[in-house]
């Protein structure tokens, strides 16, 4: 009896489907005679799809060009670094862009990783931050550091004139400042402080050398104007500005500068998903009188 049941109603709903199909047919057969042969198929065309429930969605074809698009993006933020290369990374929080370059170069032999907490501070915000920096040093062969001021980069006699590339994601200050022209103020002076000092810590004799600075896109990240200032505290300019493309960097997890914490706290890259952009700036060069 059950199957009979079960091709009972598989029977009642092609019976309903072939009576709105005739129904369909009927109604199309009253269209105007003057319209002519192909106008009558596409009216039959859409009585039927609608018949049928309407029309089929086109979301593989989208999410196919969707899906290019996002790797495209992906491979221009890839493509700003390169195996061998020095590259310095600062504010690294819980240290995971650190491992996604890592594994995204084969190595990371010649990556030094850093934030400005010191070891308890940092443990204590970033509860993945000691198991990620052993997976970076042990299973890499990376470098991680603690305690690393990116205002005073040059203080340290091994940074200068020693990296290619010098990274600093989302910069922030940290201060806890709410009114907005004193928080874009305090960021201006943050950041003009660390393109002071970074700049001399680039290998002028590599071409690629460059410093990146990521930030969200909108308010207050545009308030504090990160080209104009670059431009105004060393000899630097602008070379391009790519997407953070979030999904390049297997594992990445970003953090804010307070810490992450489950009850207060966004999960993973919400944050991001409004969108970020990574801004490169290069050496220019100095007349010499």
């Excluded at 504010?91 to 890592?102: D, M, V």
């Excluded at 890259?269 to 490169?280: D, F, I, M, P, S």
Aim: net charge positive; glycine share 8%; charged share 30%.
């Amino acid at each position: 009896m059950g199957h009979k049941a079960m091709r009972g109603r598989k029977a009642g709903r092609g019976t309903a489907v072939t009576k709105k199909l005739k129904q369909a047919r009927r109604e199309a057969k009253t269209v105007d005679p003057k319209l002519k042969r192909k106008q009558r198929k596409q009216q039959l065309k859409a009585a039927e799809t609608a018949a049928e429930g309407g029309p089929k969605p086109k979301e593989t074809k989208q999410s196919k060009k969707e899906a290019r698009a996002q790797e495209l993006i992906a491979q221009q933020h890839r493509a700003l670094y390169a195996p061998g290369e020095r590259i310095l990374l600062l504010g690294e929080g819980n240290f995971s862009f650190a491992r996604a370059l890592c594994q995204q170069l084969g190595g990371g032999q010649s990556i030094f990783a850093t934030c400005y907490d010191n070891e308890e501070t940092l443990n204590t915000k970033y509860t993945d931050a000691a198991k990620i920096r052993k997976e970076i040093e042990e299973q890499f062969g990376g470098t991680t550091l603690v305690g690393v001021d990116a205002t005073k980069l040059h203080s340290v006699k091994e940074f200068r004139n020693a990296f290619s590339k010098i990274v600093w994601n989302f910069p922030h200050a940290g201060t806890g400042e709410t009114d907005l022209d004193k928080s874009a103020e305090e960021h201006r002076k943050l950041l003009s402080k660390f393109f002071k000092s970074a700049y001399r810590c680039l290998d002028f004799e590599n071409p690629r050398s460059a410093i990146h600075v990521s930030l969200k896109t909108g308010e207050p990240y545009k308030s504090w104007k990160v080209v104009q200032t670059a431009r105004a505290a060393a000899p630097l300019d602008v070379l391009t500005v790519t997407p953070f493309a979030l999904h390049a960097w297997e594992g990445y997890a970003h953090r804010r500068t307070i810490g992450f914490k489950d009850e207060i706290s966004a999960d993973d890259n919400l944050e991001l998903q409004k969108g970020a952009n990574v801004y490169v700036f290069g050496p220019v060069e100095q007349d010499d009188d």
